[in-house]
């Protein structure tokens, strides 16, 4: 990014030669971002990176209040009359042992809600995003006779166990704060280059949902199966019929997915136990095929039971798990004035329209109230844009988000982050 636009993020009237002050902010973030990046907290645990929050925006002009939904917290800005708009960031990392290589890589611990002791990184971006939110807040505090109206920004808690915007939601947070015209967040995206935005109008990602199948059986001797209700066999027949229910059962244009990611069952060559446990994602976008996917997921797997001949009380048990994450929306009479937002603001180039995707997100949760706020979120490039040209020449794959290899081009891509949000805010906002 060159100093004029780096000047435009901070809302800083530099010439050319003197980008000074734009160069200091630029490391303060940069600094921020690191101090994250090393002190990763797990859902439902980001206490002190709830701490460093609050005091960041204070320090930036804003009212915060702190301890919504869990850790989250809410930072109020009010600048004369005009629509309120929402900005969100989320704060959790992953259990996941980071292996970037980097000097500020994070060595972290913590202990998960099983009581283990696990390793911590912020794969998934949630570092750059409270940064970029900073950064945001930081330059529209500056920029106050560009704007009207009130900024509500959010640190939310737990996003990747599907429970911080529930969480607040639950807390009060439109109620005892304010009700958003507008609700705005972006995502780090592990296959745009550092610099670039990508946009989706309707559905961006999908409703998920965890479910749980304990098939049960009647164990025995592996010699004598014919004395046995094998659930072994059982949940083959389960995984292989709940495939049709993609396949056989929706429109080919309705998109869906019932992955089986884990199977366990069994003890011992000969022997036929008597239970197994399958574990699955089921992933849709409108909620009218999410129920339909569920009920046919009870369906089979009683259905199969009963043709195998197990009595009632044997029949499998079906637990969604309650980590529901709806589907997100992109309101698209608002996804096309961000677009036009961003692209005044990082030029056409630099605003890419992007497919769907199957991931999940609790941001949605914020557009599902009774008030159906329009919301859009967007994806932010990340990756230091040689290598993403070198992997596009070659053909290879580049570390996905959740990877423990996943290494950001933290510059760049905070500053676009700040400038992509500050130019969504200043048009939403817009003085008369």
């Known amino acids: 990014m060159d100093s004029k636009l780096i000047a435009a993020v901070f809302g800083l009237t530099l010439l050319w030669g003197a980008p000074a002050q734009a ?22 645990q980001e206490v002190e990176t709830a701490k460093r929050m609050k005091a960041e925006l204070e320090v930036a002009g804003f009212q915060v209040t702190s301890g919504i939904g869990g850790t989250g ?37 913590g202990v998960n809600q099983m009581g283990q002791e696990v390793s911590i990184m912020h794969a998934c971006g949630h570092d750059i995003h409270m940064t970029s939110l900073v950064g945001t807040a930081r330059n529209l505090a500056r920029q106050k006779d560009k704007w009207s109206g009130t900024l509500m920004l959010i640190a939310q808690p737990a996003e990747e166990v599907g429970k911080g915007a529930k969480a607040m939601l639950a ?44 098939v049960h059986g009647i164990g025995g001797h592996g010699a004598y199966p014919h004395t046995t209700k094998d659930p072994v066999v059982l949940a083959a027949y389960i995984v292989t019929a709940l495939q049709t229910l993609v396949s056989r059962e929706l429109s080919p244009l309705d998109p869906a997915v019932v992955t089986v990611g884990s199977i366990h069952g069994g003890s011992k060559h000969n022997i036929i136990s008597d239970n197994v446990h399958l574990q699955l994602t089921v992933r849709s976008y409108s909620d ?36 529901f994450t709806p589907s997100t929306y992109n309101n698209p009479a608002l996804n096309q004035r961000v677009v036009s937002a961003l692209s005044a603001a990082l030029g056409d180039k630099q605003v890419i329209k992007m497919e769907p995707v199957m991931g999940g997100e609790d941001f949605g949760r914020y557009g599902r109230t009774s008030a159906n706020i329009p919301g859009v979120i967007y994806w932010l490039g990340a990756v230091e844009p040689e290598k993403y040209e070198a992997a596009k020449k070659q053909g290879t794959s580049l570390p996905s988000l959740h990877s423990p290899f996943f290494a950001p081009n933290r510059v760049k891509t905070i500053e676009t982050g700040v400038a992509s949000m500050s130019a969504i805010a200043l048009d939403l906002l817009a003085s008369e």
């Open 73 to 109: 917290l809410v930072a109020i800005m009010k600048n004369g009359d005009g629509p309120t708009l929402m900005l969100r960031a989320d704060m959790d990392a992953l259990p996941l042992k980071e292996q970037t290589g980097l000097p500020y890589a994070s060595s972290a611990k």
């Open 288 to 323: 009218e095929t999410r129920a339909k996917l569920l009920a046919g997921i009870e369906r089979i797997a009683e259905g199969q039971a009963q043709a195998f001949g197990l009595p009632r009380d044997k029949w499998p048990e079906i637990e969604i798990k309650d980590e």
């Open 23 to 44: 160069d200091t902010e630029s490391k303060y973030l940069e600094d921020l971002y690191k101090h994250f990046h090393q002190n990763p907290e797990l859902s439902l």
């Open 171 to 214: 807390d009060g947070l439109f109620e005892r704060f304010a009700q958003p015209d507008f609700n705005i967040a972006l995502h780090v995206n592990a296959s745009l280059p550092a610099g670039v935005v990508g946009y989706t109008s309707g559905y961006a990602l999908a409703n998920v949902d965890s479910v749980d199948i304990k």
